[in-house]
Every structure is written in C-alpha cells, then in structure tokens.
C-alpha cells in the first residue's frame, strides 16, 4: 500500500508534515538549550538541535551538508562542548543566570532580528538563488556543493578548526590551574 502524495483532509504533503516536526522539535530543543538550568542537558538538547537541522538539509536535498552537520556539529563540537564543560565546571547553573537580567534587550534583538529574517526570505528570488537548473540531478548537485565547500575554503576551514582546538586546550589550562596561582 502507498501513500497518498498529499495528507488527506490537511490538503499538505507527507514531506512538508515531516518539515513542521523536524522544525518543531529543532525549535522546542533550542528554546530548551537556553532555558535550562543543568548545562549537560542544554548540551544534550543542542545535539537534538543539531539532528534535526541535518533532517531539514536531507529534506531540502542536500545530504552532503547534513552529512557534514552530523559529523562536524554532532559529532565534533558538540561532544568537545560537552567534553569541556564537563571537565571545567559543575553540572549546575548559578541561582540568577546573567541572562536573566537582559531578557528585555535580547528579546528586542530576537523581534529586530525576526523582522529582517523574514524581510529578507520574502525578498529573496529563491529560484534564482538556488543555482540548480531543471536538467542537474541531486547528485550533480550534491558534488557540486561539496566541490565548493572543500575546495575553495579548505584553509579558512582548518585555521578555524586549530582556534577552536587552541580555545578549549586554553580554557581546560585556565580551568585546571590551582587557586594559588592566579595571575
């Protein structure tokens, strides 16, 4: 038995219901990324976050960049995150969070923000954009993508990578260091 192309009685496709769960469950993740107190579980969430941003590029055909999001984010970053916190501090936040105390202008930044999101993705001729003609396939695609990506930014991508790397080996150093030695 197959699926009909559209959900009966919703009037949508089966692949835009499983775009407004992955989007549902990425949005629900990072609300929880920076709303909970046990920083482990904001780790945690934030590879859930991570997973379904992956699920959306699969859906929106680009299985390279969300192989690249599972191994670069999910299984580099994130784990070094998780790896560094876990090393340098307690498992607890502070009772009153700095954030706390600018909830007021970060919500101004978010709504400003929002605004030229959206003013932009409106504005946007997103067929123009995408650069893929009728006749390329998704592989072509796909090889295309990777060809730039790795070809034309290989150096920028390894300096970012030993900064990210020099970052943590500091803040392990400065973490570990004895109380008595301040300076």
Do not use: H, N
């Amino acid at each position: 038995m197959t699926l009909p192309a559209t959900i009966p009685f919703v009037g949508f496709g089966w692949d835009d219901l499983l775009f407004m769960a992955l989007a549902g469950i990425m949005i629900f993740s990072a609300i929880l990324v920076v709303t909970m107190r046990d920083i482990i579980r904001c780790g945690l969430a934030m590879i859930i976050c991570f997973a379904a941003l992956a699920g959306i590029y699969v859906l929106a055909g680009s299985p390279v960049v969300a192989a690249a999001q599972v191994l670069v984010y999910i299984g580099a970053i994130s784990v070094l995150v998780l790896f560094a916190i876990m090393l340098t501090q307690t498992k607890d936040a502070p009772r009153s969070l700095v954030f706390q105390s600018q909830a007021i202008p970060a919500a101004i930044a978010a709504l400003v923000l929002a605004i030229l999101f959206t003013v932009t993705i409106i504005a946007t001729d997103w067929t123009a954009t995408l650069g893929r003609g009728a006749t390329e396939t998704k592989a072509d695609y796909a090889k295309t993508l990777a060809t730039r990506l790795f070809d034309g930014y290989t150096l920028p991508f390894e300096v970012v990578s030993v900064l990210l790397l020099a970052a943590v080996v500091g803040g392990v150093f400065i973490a570990k260091r004895e109380r008595g030695e301040a300076g």
